[in-house]
């Protein structure tokens, strides 16, 4: 009824930049908070960074001042760009989004498929 689709995952060297995007469709009738999480194998999935609709961010200390979050709700689009990349970087990133849906009137928690993102030193 919803889905999310990532891009702009890749590899990189250390110290260059990336930007994933994420664009929501289907039966949307409005978007909460998106976010971007991440996860290595045999890992749980963390917290890279959240945007509510209004434009508040959260940060994962490990990303701050590297990475910036930002949305175009016209576009039910949120992208994360990635910059001074660091191996440690290295994951597959998910984006998420809370999701109010057309009808029948429901409160979706959505995931994207994933996108891998490495870094090499």
């Known amino acids: 009824q919803v889905q999310l689709v990532e891009s702009g995952g890749g590899s990189v060297q250390t110290g260059g930049s990336l930007r994933l995007s994420c664009a929501a469709s289907?039966?949307?009738?409005?978007?909460?908070?998106m976010g971007w999480y991440r996860r290595a194998p045999g890992k749980q999935r963390e917290l890279v960074a959240t945007?509510?609709?209004?434009?508040?961010?959260n940060y994962a200390d490990s990303v701050k001042g590297r990475f910036t979050i930002s949305r175009d709700n016209a576009k039910n689009t949120v992208y994360l760009q990635m910059n001074s990349l660091k191996p440690e970087d290295t994951f597959v990133y998910y984006c998420?989004?809370?999701?109010?849906?057309?009808?029948?009137?429901?409160?979706?928690?959505?995931w994207g498929q994933g996108t891998l993102v490495t870094v090499s030193s």
């Open positions: 289907g039966s949307i009738f409005s978007i909460n908070a």
């Open positions: 998420n989004a809370g999701v109010f849906t057309t009808q029948p009137h429901r409160y979706l928690e959505v």
């Open positions: 945007i509510t609709s209004g434009g508040s961010t």
